[in-house]
């Protein structure tokens, strides 16, 4: 029933009531409706997107596909590259794999650039390969494949190799120049040297929708002209084949896909297409459709994703929401009725509720004067807890007065210990040595300011002693370390009386210095335990290094005494054997000349003389230990001879091993025979020291430091500074040497190979030495070997070289005589047959004072004189000293000596000529003739 207001008018409440849940379900109808509108538009939007991410992960294949035969057709390139010449069955067995995993390259072909000066040859060299007609050709103008003799040029990119070669054999020779698109995609192929593709061209003649592309790549080689490939690799690739693997990763296609090339100036042209559901689903307007783009070779390629209606409207989402918004509203209508109801029946409940809440509040105010007489009670029980706390605080204060007093006492005891303890400190400081004290017991570690400056650190800036314990730990040499630790260690033990030990210590600029250090233990308990050590620190640098340089004479004045002895031994061994083998490579010359009628004597006659010269290299190389060998002086650099020995020094190593060369410009002095032994010497070593599988060995020259310490340790180098100079360097990974073998690796004839003489490296020093250089060697066992050479500065502003000048070509004429002086008759005999044999008179005499008498008969008939520089009786010098007030004719020394010895005997004006022994005959009559100056007779 209605209820009644103040004025007796009935309230329009229960009325609206009423027609509450009517109202509601007409709202959430309305709603429901629009909710359905709204969820379509956005359903469709989410297809949208949808059909946009599965275009982009196809696309995404697609582009990955495309990539893939990139790089295929870069490995080809690769593998001309590594080949250098390929032929046809070659390029077979290395591009058919690569068709077969990669199904859209149809064919592959190899272009080389041929100029239309090599036309001929290059057609003539494929009729070679099996091509009976195999020319240059392109095709004819309006005659579809019809080909015909290519069309003159300055050069052509014919078909050499392509594979499939059965299904393309008829495209050998065809010039890809020849057609425009081609032409273009080779052009920018070449300004850029990068992957380039071309417009879609048509695969099968009846087949319009068979698209495909030319995927061309450039190869250039060292020798090619600037921007021009020494050939062109071209792919033949089929689009929808392309696009068709790319769809094969995915289950299916929920939509229609098409390529368009957008790239051509003429407009689109679509070259794949994949619809599987074209005829059976009905598709949305032409212009509805997602798109992504895919770029390759200069192409850009557009995919298109065509849906269908199913595709965008499959959600059911709207529906199930304008249904859920209907059921939701009548929800409501019924939950609002029933609201309704529960507020009439939470009114009684209020009213009944209110009269319990009156008979509980008179509870509460009885249980309220309850707590009122419980607080009182709580109250004196607080009043005499309070008395106790009272009488326990005196207490408390008793026994805190009798704590200070013992605190005062311990006070004093500690003041007096640390005056004790400052007063020691300050009579440390004052030592001149570095002190440090180690409270071994508790822990602490006092060290001195003067030990903290030997290290280069200022004491009042470091004031922590945690801070001067680091400095001092971490000062130490790492490799001083573990003998350091055991001598402290034996001191604390007991094990030795006193620490006594000499190690390095860096200091703060990073200077490596030597320190004695002395340590006690002053302190130990009832069972032996140390409590106290003392120790002091005193550079020692200067001693340690003079000791270095005691032992560096030392081993220097040993060497320089070995080199002496043996280069007397070397040099007398090299005069008596270079004489006979003079002779006797003189007459096997001679022998040669006469037996050209007998090809098997002349066959012997040639090795012997061949056995002769090799007998004559190892006498250089005796004397070329002592740095006695003879060598001319020429400015020249070490780089270009290690760039000129590039060929022989990979022919010489093994074939395992990988040989890596860096080379900076190098100026150097000395004779180019002698540096380039160095170089074969080093690189010989290093090969023959690698592992049976093989390792690097690493060729380095340029410009660098030497420091007065690395010069300590130097093999030779005595005349050396520090300074800048320049190097060869030659590192191996190798076996390495123990420092026995380092110990005598440059002794002659000491050698680990069970064949080698020993001579190499011997010499190799000599050489060094004799350059006024220095050797520097460092190998580790199992890591490998280095090995660097230092030369000294070049003086020489222009290059020096004797075998730059050029020389008059002569011949003997009858008429001129030469007088012959040597006490060997072989080398007489020798001599006088050979220059007779020219044309000229000889005469001849067995020592100086014999040639002395001849001179002084026939002076004005002798025009030459050829004397040796050591004979009995009268030798050269002797000889050249009293010849010189009696003519003044061209005279030329032969010694088996070396020429720079000589020359520091001889005045440079007395000779006109050397010839070392052994010599050939050519070189004895070149030197006469050209003394002689006379012109050769036309021929």
Request: hydrophobic share 40%.
């Amino acid at each position: 029933m209605a209820t009644r207001t103040a004025n007796g008018r009935a309230s329009a409440r229960p009325r609206f009531s009423a027609a509450s849940p009517w109202i509601v379900l007409l709202l959430g109808v309305a709603l429901s409706f629009w909710g359905w509108h709204q969820a379509r538009g956005y359903s469709r939007d989410a297809a949208a997107s949808r059909l946009q991410l599965q275009l982009h992960d196809r696309t995404a294949v697609f582009q990955t596909e495309t990539q893939s035969l990139a790089v295929a057709l870069d490995n080809v390139r690769l593998f001309l590259d590594h080949a250098g010449v390929v032929d046809r069955e070659s390029f077979h067995l290395f591009t058919k794999p690569l068709l077969e995993r990669n199904r859209a390259l149809v064919a592959l072909t190899w272009n080389p650039r041929v100029l239309h000066s090599d036309r001929q040859a290059f057609e003539d060299e494929g009729r070679a390969h099996g091509y009976p007609g195999f020319r240059i050709t392109e095709r004819q103008a309006n005659a579809g494949e019809t080909m015909m003799p290519a069309a003159r040029r300055s050069h052509y990119f014919p078909v050499l190799w392509v594979e499939p070669r059965t299904d393309y054999e008829n495209a050998l020779g065809f010039d890809v120049l020849s057609e425009a698109n081609r032409r273009t995609a080779i052009e920018l192929s070449a300004r850029t040297n990068q992957l380039t593709v071309t417009a879609p061209i048509q695969l099968g003649e009846n087949d319009n929708s068979a698209y495909g592309v030319l995927a061309v790549l450039p190869q250039f080689r060292p020798r090619s002209e600037a921007n021009q490939p020494s050939g062109v690799i071209t792919g033949v690739v089929r689009v929808q084949d392309l696009l068709d693997r790319a769809l094969s990763a995915f289950e299916d296609l929920p939509f229609d896909l098409e390529v368009w090339d957008i790239s051509s100036p003429a407009g689109p042209r679509r070259v794949a297409q994949a619809t599987p559901h074209a005829g059976t689903r009905e598709r949305v307007e032409t212009g509805s459709y997602a798109s992504a783009f895919v770029s390759w070779g200069g192409r850009v390629w557009e995919a298109r994703a065509f849906p269908t209606q199913d595709f965008l409207h499959a959600s059911a989402a709207p529906i199930l929401l304008g249904i859920a918004g209907l059921l939701l509203s009548a929800l409501a209508a019924i939950y609002v009725a029933t609201l309704n109801k529960r507020r009439h029946r939470a009114e009684r409940l209020v009213r009944n509720r209110t009269s319990e809440l009156a008979a509980a509040n008179a509870t509460l105010r009885t249980e309220a004067a309850q707590r009122i007489a419980a607080q009182e009670q709580l109250t004196e029980h607080q009043s005499q807890l309070e008395e106790h706390v009272e009488e326990r605080t005196r207490d408390l204060r008793r026994a805190n007065s009798a704590l200070k007093g013992e605190v005062e006492l311990r006070t004093r005891a500690e003041k007096a210990l640390h005056g004790s303890n400052h007063s020691l400190r300050l009579t440390l400081e004052a030592v001149s040595e570095g002190v440090g004290d180690w409270d071994l017991e508790g822990g602490q570690f006092f060290l001195s300011d003067r030990a903290l400056e030997t290290l280069g650190f200022n004491g009042k800036d470091v004031t922590a002693a945690e801070e001067r314990t680091r400095i001092w730990e971490d000062s130490l040499h790492p490799d001083d370390r573990p003998r350091h630790s055991k001598a402290l260690i034996d001191c604390i033990k007991g094990d030795s009386d006193r620490l006594e030990v000499v190690v390095r210590r860096h200091t703060r600029t990073g200077e490596c210095l030597w320190f004695e250090e002395l340590g006690k233990v002053v302190a130990r308990d009832a069972s032996g335990q140390a409590l106290r050590m003392l120790a002091t620190s005193r550079d020692v640098t200067r001693r340690m290094q003079a000791k270095q340089e005691k032992e560096l004479l030392d081993r220097r004045m040993r060497e320089a005494q070995k080199l002496e002895s043996l280069g007397i031994l070397s040099g007398g061994i090299a005069h008596d054997f270079n004489n006979l083998l003079a002779g006797m490579m003189g007459n096997v010359e001679l022998a040669i000349a006469k037996s050209a009628s007998d090809p098997q004597i002349t066959s012997l006659l040639n090795e012997t003389h061949l056995g002769g010269a090799r007998a004559a290299e190892l006498v250089q190389q005796m004397l070329a230990y002592t740095g006695k060998a003879p060598f001319k002086v020429e400015r020249l650099d070490l780089a270009e001879i290690v760039q000129e020995m590039l060929a022989l020094l990979t022919a010489s190593i093994s074939k395992k091993a990988e040989l890596i060369v860096d080379t900076n410009s190098a100026p150097v002095e000395g004779d180019p025979v002698q540096i380039r032994q160095v170089v074969m010497n080093l690189i010989t070593n290093a090969s023959e020291a690698l592992p049976d599988e093989g390792g690097e060995i690493v060729i380095t020259t340029g410009s660098a430091a030497v420091s007065s310490k690395e010069l300590i340790r130097a093999r030779a180098g005595g005349d050396l500074k520090p300074g800048n100079y320049p190097f060869l360097e030659v590192r191996d990974t190798g076996v390495g040497m123990d420092e026995h073998v380092l110990a005598q690796m440059f002794d002659p004839f000491f050698s680990t190979k069970l064949a080698g003489r020993g001579l190499g490296l011997a010499a190799t020093l000599g050489i060094v030495q004799g350059h006024s250089g220095a050797l520097f060697i460092d190998s580790i066992p199992d890591q490998g070997t280095c090995a660097r050479v230092v030369f000294q500065l070049p003086t020489v502003k222009q290059p020096k070289s004797q075998d730059a000048q050029t020389s008059t070509s002569t011949a003997m004429v009858s008429g001129q005589t030469v007088l012959v002086i040597d006490d060997e008759p072989i080398l007489r005999k020798l001599m006088r047959i050979s220059l007779e044999a020219a044309g000229l008179t000889v005469l001849q005499a067995r020592n100086g004072l014999e040639g002395l008498e001849i001179v002084t008969e026939r002076a004005e008939q002798i025009s030459l004189i050829i004397v040796d520089a050591t004979m009995p009786v009268m030798d050269g010098a002797q000889f050249l000293a009293a010849v010189k007030s009696v003519s003044k004719v061209p005279v030329i020394l032969t010694s088996g000596y070396s020429e720079l010895d000589l020359r520091q005997q001889f005045s440079a004006p007395d000779i006109s000529g050397f010839l070392a022994k052994p010599f050939r005959i050519e070189e004895l009559l070149s030197l006469v003739s050209n003394l002689l100056a006379i012109p050769e007779a036309s021929s």
